[in-house]
C-alpha cells in the first residue's frame, strides 16, 4: 500500500520562498507521474503542476510558471515543490499525489500525501 | 474559474440516492474521476473511468459519462457520505488536470 508523507511549508512574507517535499513509499515511485494540487481556505482543488516519471516533463498551471518548480529524486522516492515569489494568493493546503493509468482514457490520482499548509502573509 | 462545473450543494435523505453532476467540455477522450473529501483531509479516489471503484470503495458510488457530463451517483446514501466531492479531468495531453468547483453533499 503506497503512503505519501509531506513535509516543508509554513508562512512566509510575500516575495518569499519556501520547498515542500513529499517522500513516497510502498510503491514503485519512478513509474508514477506525480502532481502537486493546492486548496484555498473555504475553496475548492486546484492543480498545480505535473511531473513525468523520469522527471524530464514539468507542466505548470499559468498561475505559477515562472515561480514555481517541481522536480524529484527517484534514489530518495521524494518529491518536491520549490516555491518563490510567494504572493498572499498562494496561500493554501498543498497536497501530493500520484497519477495512475487505468487504461484507456481512464486516469486517477489515486495516492494523496496528507497536505501541507502555506500561508503567505506579511 | 473552473472549466468544470458542479452544483455547489445538495442534500440528501438517509439511505436514498444522490446524483452530483459535473458539466464541461474537458472530456475529450478521457473519462472523469472523483473524489470525496472530508474536512481536514486529503481527497480520496472513489470512482475512475466510467465506472470503477478503488480497493475498499462500497459499490453505492458509482460514476457515468454522457455527452459532456459526468454523475457521480451514490445509492442508499450513509452518513459517512458526508462530503464534499470534486470531478476531475485530466486533459489529453496529460499536461493538466482541471477539478470541478466541488458539490457538498448532506445527508438528512
Known amino acids: 500500500e503506497g503512503l505519501l508523507v509531506q513535509s516543508g511549508g509554513g508562512s512566509v512574507q510575500p516575495g518569499g520562498s519556501l520547498r515542500l517535499s513529499c517522500a513516497a513509499s510502498?510503491?514503485?515511485?519512478?513509474?508514477?507521474?506525480m502532481h502537486w494540487v493546492r486548496q484555498a481556505p473555504g475553496k475548492g482543488l486546484l492543480w498545480v503542476s505535473r511531473?513525468?516519471?523520469?522527471?524530464?516533463?514539468?507542466?505548470?498551471v499559468d498561475s505559477v510558471k515562472g515561480r514555481f518548480t517541481v522536480f524529484r529524486d527517484n534514489a530518495r522516492n521524494t518529491l518536491h515543490l520549490q516555491m518563490t515569489s510567494l504572493r498572499a494568493e498562494d496561500t493554501a493546503i498543498y497536497f501530493c499525489?500520484?497519477?495512475?493509468?487505468f487504461g484507456p482514457g481512464n486516469f486517477g490520482l489515486d495516492y494523496w500525501g496528507q497536505g501541507t499548509p502555506v500561508t503567505v502573509s506579511s | 474559474s473552473s472549466e468544470l462545473t458542479q452544483d455547489p450543494a445538495v442534500s440528501v435523505a438517509l439511505g436514498q440516492t444522490v446524483r452530483i453532476t459535473c458539466q464541461g467540455d474537458s472530456f475529450r477522450g478521457n473519462s472523469a474521476s472523483w473524489y470525496q473529501q472530508k474536512p481536514g483531509q486529503a481527497p480520496l479516489l472513489v470512482v475512475y473511468g466510467a465506472n470503477s471503484r478503488p480497493s475498499g470503495i462500497p459499490d453505492r458510488f458509482f460514476g457515468s459519462d454522457s455527452g459532456n457530463t459526468a454523475s457521480l451517483t451514490i445509492t442508499g446514501a450513509q452518513v459517512d457520505d458526508e462530503a464534499d466531492y470534486y470531478c476531475g479531468f485530466r486533459d489529453r495531453s496529460g499536461n493538466h488536470w482541471v477539478f470541478g468547483g466541488g458539490t457538498k453533499v448532506t445527508v438528512l
Open positions: 499525489a500520484t497519477e495512475r493509468y
Open positions: 511531473i513525468t516519471g523520469d522527471g524530464g516533463g514539468t507542466t505548470y
Open positions: 510502498g510503491l514503485d515511485f519512478g513509474s508514477y507521474w
